[in-house]
C-alpha cells in the first residue's frame, strides 16, 4: 500500500511540475507571436527582428533594405498605407506547443474570419519566430 501511496504521489508532483512549466511557456509564446504579429502588421521591422530567429534575421533584414531603398513616392504611399494599419489589433486564437516547437493561431481584426498561424522555436531558453515554418 505504501508503494502505490508513493507512486502516485510521484505521480501527481510530476504531473503537476509538468503543467505548471507548461504555462510559463504558453504566456511565453503568446508574447512571442503577439509581439512579433503587431511589429510586422506596423512594418516596424527593427521591433520585429527581436522576435524572430538568427536565420530569420536575414529575411528581415532584406525587407529593411528594400524599404531604405524604395523611391520616396512609394515611400509616401507605404507609409500612409501603414498608419491606417496602427488601429489594427491581433487576437490569438490557439497556441499549440510540441517541445521546443510551437504554433500560434492569429487573426487581425481588419480579416477577422482569417485565421493565420505563425511557428516559433524555442532557442536560447526564449520563443522566436522562425520563418523557416512559413
Do not use: H
Amino acid at each position: 500500500m505504501k508503494k502505490i501511496t508513493l507512486t502516485l504521489s510521484a505521480l501527481l508532483m510530476a504531473c503537476i511540475m509538468l503543467f505548471s512549466c507548461g504555462g510559463n511557456d504558453q504566456a511565453a509564446v503568446k508574447e512571442a507571436a503577439n509581439g512579433f504579429i503587431k511589429a510586422m502588421n506596423k512594418m516596424d521591422l527593427e521591433s520585429a527582428r527581436k522576435y524572430v530567429t538568427d536565420s530569420s534575421k536575414i529575411m528581415v533584414d532584406q525587407m529593411i533594405t528594400e524599404l531604405k531603398n524604395m523611391p520616396e513616392d512609394r515611400k509616401k504611399m507605404f507609409n500612409e498605407k501603414m498608419a491606417e494599419r496602427e488601429k489594427i489589433t491581433v487576437t490569438i486564437k490557439d497556441t499549440r506547443i510540441y517541445g521546443d516547437k510551437a504554433t500560434v493561431s492569429f487573426t487581425v481584426s481588419d480579416e477577422p474570419s482569417k485565421i493565420d498561424s505563425i511557428p516559433l522555436v524555442k532557442a536560447g531558453g526564449k520563443w522566436l519566430a522562425d520563418f523557416k515554418g512559413f
